[in-house]
Each structure stands twice: as structure tokens, then as C-alpha cells.
């Protein structure tokens, strides 16, 4: 035998949770005629700037992953910070590369 509860939380006959068998309420609900339903149907009909249909998730990382596409949720908040870092260690490599070259360079000269 299944029971069937309905979420009262005001109802004199509710228990801790706020739920209420449906026997004991005086008017029960109709049949919910619309119950939603979770898919990817949301990317349904999306395509690109250049016309690539990206309907669904599957298609979606495909085209991200041949054309190197990211999506700005990708990075964190440290990443900006990081890249600046990054990029500033890449200049002072360079320059110290270019300082040794020069110095060898006037070594043999």
C-alpha cells in the first residue's frame, strides 16, 4: 500500500517535517498537469557565430574542443593573477637570455 504525502507546514496534522498524509487533508490536490523535467534541452537550437550547431552538450564540447573554445565559468578568480605572474616571469627570462647572449657575444668579440 503507498502513501502519499503533501507538504503542509501549516496543517494541524503536519509532522516535524511539515508533511501530511492524504487522508487527513480536506481537499487534495489535483494531478500536476506540467512536471518539469531536467535535460539539456535548454541548448536546444544553439549554434555558434559561424553557423556550428551546438544543440547539446556532447556537440557543445566537441566544437570547444576543436577550436579551443573556453567559457569565462572556466577560469577562477586567481586565474588572471596567475597569468600576470606568468607572464611577467616569461619577460624576465627573456631578458635575462637576451642579457647572457649579449655578453657572450661581446666576449668573443
Given at each position: 500500500?503507498s502513501?502519499?504525502?503533501y ?5 494541524p496534522?503536519?509532522?516535524?517535517c511539515?508533511m501530511?498524509e ?5 481537499a ?6 506540467h ?8 541548448m536546444?537550437?544553439?549554434v555558434t ?7 547539446s ?13 573556453l567559457d ?6 586567481g586565474?588572471?593573477e ?22 657572450r657575444?661581446?666576449?668573443?668579440a
Amino acid at each position: 500500500m503507498s502513501r502519499t504525502f503533501y507538504y503542509r507546514p501549516g496543517h494541524p496534522k503536519a509532522n516535524d517535517c511539515g508533511m501530511v498524509e492524504e487522508c487527513d487533508l480536506d481537499a487534495v490536490p489535483e494531478a500536476p498537469t506540467h512536471v518539469p523535467i531536467v535535460s539539456d534541452l535548454y541548448m536546444d537550437g544553439h549554434v555558434t557565430v559561424d553557423g556550428v550547431d551546438i544543440g547539446s552538450r556532447r556537440k557543445r564540447q566537441d566544437y570547444m574542443r576543436r577550436t579551443g573554445s573556453l567559457d569565462a565559468s572556466d577560469f577562477s578568480h586567481g586565474y588572471y593573477e596567475n597569468e600576470r605572474k606568468h607572464r611577467e616571469r616569461a619577460e624576465e627570462r627573456s631578458v635575462r637570455e637576451s642579457v647572457i647572449e649579449t655578453y657572450r657575444r661581446l666576449r668573443k668579440a
